[in-house]
């Protein structure tokens, strides 16, 4: 099918380079990919980012998908490469840039992940551009930004513990909001900071500059209204069940709200569980593409 290799390329989209990876399986870029017609491109794999991550996020899922998709992921605007961020930060025009990729790259459908606040630019995607959609995989994710982060104790002093304090101590604090408590015991949480900072793009005690009119974004958009709109879409959701973030409860509104979504709950996981448990969401990553393909 072609050659397994990894290419970063740019494409301008108002106001702002939007940076982005092409990994994996590549095929002729001389006119746009439908796989399902002519059988010779390879599937592509779309992965959107959540909050304060650039696209390397995606390296444990691209690294194993790599083998048999062509897998784009780019930093959102104004994080990581993908500057100056130029427009107003929405979750409309962080759909309008994931499709500007699709267009630059010439590929006619995609099968879509999204990550927490990839979800809703995934779902903004689907619901606005369904053609070039294939399948939704969301992960961590809600239909109505303002669901994510509700204010529990455990939420607050989970998120006040990751701004003040020195940097390690906000390192520290980081990692028990995306990882489940247990996981964490008898670990050198020190040694696990360092080595999940390329991941993220930055510094655990550290946030980007643009994390906060990202969350200002995912509290002014939903999809909760206009889930319906979705069936017959493949949808596959997976959570968390130590998820702060989108908790339990949320996580199975959306995957409800879907007609026809599959739910995949992880009892041992939180928010970081792409990080967490790549091996397991590969392999449903995989099946459902498969399935989704026919």
């Known amino acids: 099918m072609g050659d397994v290799h990894r290419e970063s390329r740019t494409v301008e989209h108002r106001g702002c380079r939007i940076a982005y ?8 870029r001389n006119g746009i990919e439908d796989s399902g017609r002519t059988g010779r491109e390879p599937p592509t794999v779309l992965l959107i980012q959540g909050v304060g991550l650039h696209g390397d996020g995606w390296l444990p899922q691209t690294e194993a998908l790599a083998s048999k998709y062509r897998c784009v992921t780019f930093d959102n605007r104004g994080m990581g490469r993908s500057q100056p961020a130029a427009a107003p ?3 409309e025009q962080m759909a309008e840039d994931a499709l500007a990729v699709l267009d630059a790259e010439k590929i006619g459908s ?4 999204g990550h927490s606040l990839g979800g809703l630019v995934a779902f903004r995607l689907a619901l606005e551009a369904r053609a070039r959609v294939k399948s939704l995989a969301l992960m961590c994710t809600f239909a109505d930004g303002r669901a994510a982060a509700p204010l529990t104790l455990r939420m607050m002093w989970l998120g006040m513990r990751t701004r003040i304090g020195t940097r390690r101590m906000r ?3 980081f990692l028990r909001l995306v990882m489940p ?4 015991v008898g670990v050198d949480l020190d040694a696990m900071a360092e080595r999940l900072a390329p991941l993220f793009g930055h510094d655990l005690g550290d946030q980007p500059p643009v994390v906060s009119a990202q969350l ?20 596959l959701v997976l959570s968390g069940a130590h998820d702060p973030i989108s908790p339990p409860r949320v996580s199975a509104a959306l995957a409800t709200g879907i007609p026809g979504a599959r739910h995949v709950a ?13 091996d397991r969401v590969n392999a449903l990553l995989s099946e459902h593409f498969a399935a989704a393909s026919g």
Do not use: N
Request: hydrophobic fraction near 40%.
């Open 89 to 91: 930060i929405t979750v």
């Open 181 to 184: 408590a247990d996981s964490l």
């Open 266 to 278: 992880f009892a041992d996981a939180s928010h970081g569980l792409p990080v967490q448990h790549p």
């Open 110 to 113: 995609a099968h879509v992940v």
């Open 21 to 28: 990876d092409v990994r994996g399986v590549t095929g002729p």
């Open 216 to 235: 200002s974004a995912m509290r002014k958009y939903t999809a909760a209204p206009r889930l319906a709109e979705l069936s017959g879409l493949p949808t």
């Open 171 to 173: 390192r520290r604090a």
